[in-house]
Structures are given as structure tokens and as C-alpha cells.
């Protein structure tokens, strides 16, 4: 089958591999699209903890075409998805039952072949039935798992404001999710003004958009325009722009929270004042991916709570995974980006 493979950061080839078998308590899937995201970006460049050689990819929606002995949940021919985080379940945090926080967390496109290739086989304890979903739609469903996990993270309080940077596909979906989790406002802040009117498409209540230029700027804007004029309850990083980073606390509310989701490098830094944190009370988290969203994400895709409509703007072959790249990084019109295969 071919593949795309990494020997490298930044150095891969379309090639043929052996097409893999399904294992006892595996199911094959026939992939049908991947969605490029910036994980993979990082992933090219060799961050993100990937492990070489490598085929990346990790959002996949296929069909089951082989099922491995003991494989009884599935059937062949249904639509499937694959959860890629894969936890070792006897470190301390996972005897613990805090799976994402797992020592050993692996996951297919980073740690071990991922879904860029026409096949891949995967235990059926990762899989989740998509059956009925376009597929457009089910292609979505990790970025919705990993975005449900931010909300989940963030315990909303009803009635919080809430300011999300970046009006890419998962600072949608994490707007989305947060106005339904109890937000009563949610405003979505970009440099962007095509994909900040899908942001208005999917109902998101403000915009803003922003000025790489002008950080002071962008400050004083969106604090005058936060429904109290004084900050927002919740505010989310999900850029992996430092230059961002450095203005989430000036703009929680007293007692806010700020969540930090966007994908950075390993080396980056962004500052505050400890002393604002600490007078305020202001509250920092993390949100690292997803291990038990999945279900909880595809429901949301089922019934419309998160919608899709509009993202999904360029699609290429896996003869033109580079092209794919460059577009997601360079082309100012690229929303979501998948492969089919």
C-alpha cells in the first residue's frame, strides 16, 4: 500500500509498504480522509515528542474492511474512527484513573505509524462507529474529542464570558462547545477575517479581529469590547502564539481562568506577573489531546450541538501530502485541511 513516511523530521516520501493485517483484536480500516492539523505541522519539524521513522496522521474517518479474531463490535463495511491516544494503564496516573496525565502516553501519527496510508489496523478498543455520519463531518471527530476535554478541563461556571484565540478548526469547535457547556458569551479573536466569519457562520456570539502588529492594541480592543468591559471569565489559548500567551491574564476577570491548548514548541516561554496571578486569583490550566472524549465528541457531531459546516476549505491525495502541508502553513485561504486516501 502507500504511505507516507518519514525517515526524518522534514525528510519523507510516498512509498510502499507492506499492508498490515488485522491482529487478534484488531480491526483493518480503509481510510478513507485524515485531516491535517498543526500537530502534524510540528510533527514535520520533529517536535511533539514524534519518534522516527514514521507515518503521521491522526484524524482519521474509514471503513472496516477486516476483522481480526476476537473483533465482535464492529462490523465490516461500517464508518469508523480511531481514538489515537493510547495510554499504558499500570503507571501511577493510571492506576489512579487519570489516563491523559499516563507516563507512557503513545499515540498512532507520533509515536507509531499513524493514518496517512491507504490502510491501517488498529486494536477495535479504539474505534468508534461514525455509521450515518457524512464523512465530512466524522473526519472531525478527534480535534471535537481533544476540544470536549478542553471544556471538560475548564469546568464552566454558567454565565462566564469567554474569549477563545484563534478561529481555526479547533478554536471552533472549542467555542462551540463552550457556549453550549454554560458560557453566556462567547467571542472568538483571529487575524483572519474569512475564517472569523465562519466563526459568525457557526454562531459564535462576537468577533474580534486582531493585529499581529499591535499586541497593545489588541488588548485595549478586546477588553472594551468584553461584556463588562473588564476581561472575560474564560480565556483560551488555542494559537500556540506566545505573543498571545503573553496577554490571556490581562484579560481574565478576577477569578478567571486561562486555558492553555494551543501546541507550542518545547522551548517556548510566555510571561506574566505573578503577583497580578496571585492578587486576582487568576487560574492557569493545561488541556494536552483527549483518552476518554471520543463518545461524548461524536454525540455532539451527531446532533448538531458542534457543527462542521464550512471548515473543511482544501483536500489533496496522499501523492500530495507536501502540497497539503504548505497549504496549512502558508495559504491564508486554508481552513481545515484533509487527505484522502
Excluded: W
Excluded at 489512579?96 to 496525565?101: D, E, N, V
Excluded at 503513545?106 to 493514518?115: L, R, V
Excluded at 477569578?255 to 505573578?274: A, C
Excluded at 493545561?286 to 455532539?300: K, M, Q, R, V
Amino acid at each position: 500500500m502507500k504511505a507516507v513516511l518519514y525517515d526524518a523530521p522534514r525528510s519523507y516520501s510516498l512509498t510502499d509498504v507492506p499492508t498490515p493485517e488485522a491482529g487478534p483484536g484488531q480491526i483493518r480500516i480503509k481510510v478513507d480522509q485524515v485531516g491535517v492539523c498543526g500537530t502534524d505541522l510540528h510533527i514535520h519539524n520533529g517536535d511533539f515528542n514524534a519518534v522516527f521513522p514514521l507515518i503521521p496522521g491522526h484524524e482519521l474517518v474509514g471503513v472496516v474492511d477486516q476483522l481480526g479474531e476476537g473483533a465482535t463490535r464492529l462490523r465490516l463495511g461500517e464508518q469508523v474512527t480511531v481514538n489515537p491516544n493510547v495510554y499504558c494503564g499500570h503507571c501511577p496516573y493510571c492506576l489512579a484513573g487519570r489516563l491523559i496525565l499516563c507516563e507512557n502516553l503513545e499515540g498512532y501519527g507520533s509515536n507509531f505509524p499513524g493514518f496517512f496510508a491507504e490502510y491501517v489496523a488498529v486494536p477495535e478498543r479504539l474505534a468508534f462507529s461514525v455509521e450515518g455520519l457524512p464523512a465530512d463531518t466524522a473526519v472531525f471527530a478527534e480535534p471535537a474529542a481533544c476540544a470536549m476535554h478542553g471544556v471538560e478541563t475548564l469546568q464552566i461556571r454558567p454565565g462566564s464570558s469567554a474569549l477563545v484565540f484563534g478561529s481555526g478548526p479547533t478554536g471552533l469547535l472549542l467555542a462551540q462547545l463552550i457556549a453550549h457547556g454554560g458560557a453566556s458569551s462567547v467571542t472568538v479573536a483571529a487575524p483572519s477575517a474569512f475564517k472569523l466569519e465562519t466563526a459568525q457562520a457557526l454562531g459564535v456570539d462576537h468577533t474580534v479581529q486582531l493585529d499581529r502588529r499591535d499586541a497593545e492594541g489588541n488588548l485595549r480592543r478586546l477588553r472594551e469590547q468584553s461584556p463588562r468591559g473588564d476581561g472575560f471569565d474564560i480565556v483560551v489559548e488555542a494559537t500556540g502564539s506566545t505573543a498571545v500567551g503573553n496577554i490571556c491574564v490581562p484579560l481574565t476577570r478576577n477569578g478567571g481562568t486561562v486555558l492553555v491548548y494551543g501546541v507550542t514548541r518545547n522551548e517556548d516561554l510566555v510571561e506574566f506577573h505573578p503577583f497580578d496571578v496571585f492578587r486576582r486569583e487568576i487560574t492557569i490550566k493545561g488541556s494536552f489531546a483527549e483518552i476518554t472524549s471520543f463518545a461524548a465528541a461524536i454525540d455532539a457531531l451527531r446532533n448538531r450541538r458542534l457543527r462542521t459546516d464550512g471548515i473543511i476549505t482544501h483536500r489533496f491525495g496522499l501523492d500530495d501530502y507536501g502540497k497539503a502541508l504548505d497549504a496549512l502553513a502558508n495559504d491564508p485561504t486554508a481552513h481545515k485541511v484533509v487527505i484522502t486516501a
